[in-house]
């Protein structure tokens, strides 16, 4: 079945700084799901894309699929504390088989 | 409205035995779904169950085995634990077997072989 290969595995950022993880595939996705996981915590999900292209925001967060649907990214705007978590990408495959990629998980220094 | 749960929260169990994980899916959830994530890692698809039917497996060993229930709850079954078995076990739900929903995850249960 289809893959997903995450980058980058860990971030450290500073408060207020910008934070980007990517999602990429050696072949065409017919969608992604984005989920985050605080430390302790279950996966929560986040947005889903599905359009060449597609662009969707919630509040600090920019989800982007990419015009050949081989990658997608996370872009969060000043990070705060509570952003802390790994991140993760999936992709549905089949009935409701979610594969997951690595994960970026993203640390902050307040 | 009640989400996804699970139990027990944590188990604790020896080499060579078996457990049973229990799950409940948001109420009108049909799909339940089950995965297996290792410490460091993204969680791993184990069993699809719609409507009491396996709608897909994962690359998991015979030791693993589930089931789904009239009332839509399911167990996850595996025996003759392994230490490469401690591991946290997620059930998702999702409001139907196909299409693209989103899931929702249950807090898991933290499965510790010794």
């Known amino acids: 079945g289809q893959q997903v290969m995450q980058i980058p595995q860990y971030q450290h950022v500073q408060e207020g700084e910008d934070f980007t993880t990517y999602c990429n595939s050696s072949?065409?996705?017919?969608?992604i799901q984005w989920y985050k996981q605080r430390p302790g915590g279950h996966p929560v999900f986040l947005i889903q894309?599905?359009?060449?292209?597609e662009v969707k925001k919630q509040k600090r967060l920019t989800f982007q699929f990419g015009e050949a649907k081989k990658n997608s990214s996370l872009h969060i705007t000043a990070t705060q504390t509570t952003d802390v978590g790994t991140y993760f990408c999936?992709?549905?495959?089949?009935?409701?088989?979610?594969?997951f990629g690595q994960g970026t998980r993203l640390t902050i220094n307040p | 409205d009640a989400g996804v749960t699970q139990s027990p929260t944590h188990l604790i169990k020896t080499r060579g035995q078996h457990v049973t994980l229990r799950c409940s899916p948001i109420?009108?959830?049909?799909?339940v779904s089950w995965y297996q994530q290792v410490l460091g890692q993204g969680p791993q698809f184990i069993f699809q169950?719609?409507?009491?039917?396996?709608?897909g497996r994962g690359n998991f060993p015979d030791r693993f085995s589930a089931r789904q229930f009239p009332n839509y709850s399911s167990e996850l079954n595996v025996n003759a634990l392994l230490l490469g078995d401690s591991a946290l076990y997620l059930c998702?739900?999702?409001?139907?077997?196909?299409?693209?929903?989103?899931?929702?995850f249950g807090p898991g249960t933290r499965l510790t072989v010794l």
């Open positions: 998702a739900s999702s409001l139907d077997g196909g299409g693209l929903y989103e899931q929702f």
């Open positions: 072949t065409t996705l017919s969608n």
């Open positions: 894309l599905v359009k060449s292209g």
């Open positions: 999936g992709l549905i495959q089949g009935a409701q088989k979610l594969v």
């Open positions: 109420s009108g959830h049909k799909s």
């Open positions: 169950y719609y409507e009491k039917e396996e709608r």
